[in-house]
């Protein structure tokens, strides 16, 4: 599903700092955004979308860094493929 919304990430393991970010596209499986932060492929992220619901929590999901591309977009200089981690 194509969903363009703003989002925050960071990725585990390393300090705290949250970077800036836009879904693309969104799935039960995995997500497509957009940044000006390349994290490694490999890289186990934490992604949320704020709601503009109160009543409804953000949205927060981990998962891993599957692919990380050039983009053509002068707002966001990479592409971030990110799989979902699922309970299985």
């Not at 949250?18 to 000006?36: E, I, R």
């Not at 490694?40 to 599957?66: L, M």
């Not at 002068?74 to 699922?86: A, M």
Request: proline share 3%; no cysteine.
């Amino acid at each position: 599903m194509q969903v363009k919304t703003g989002l925050r990430f960071s990725v585990q393991g390393s300090n705290t700092t949250q970077h800036q970010g836009v879904s693309h596209d969104l799935s039960a499986t995995g997500l497509l955004m957009g940044s000006d932060f390349s994290p490694e492929e490999g890289d186990k992220i934490t992604v949320t979308i704020a709601t503009d619901n109160e009543r409804f929590e953000p949205f927060t999901a981990q998962g891993s860094v599957i692919r990380v591309e050039p983009s053509d977009s002068e707002n966001q200089r990479y592409l971030i493929s990110v799989e979902f981690d699922t309970d299985e």
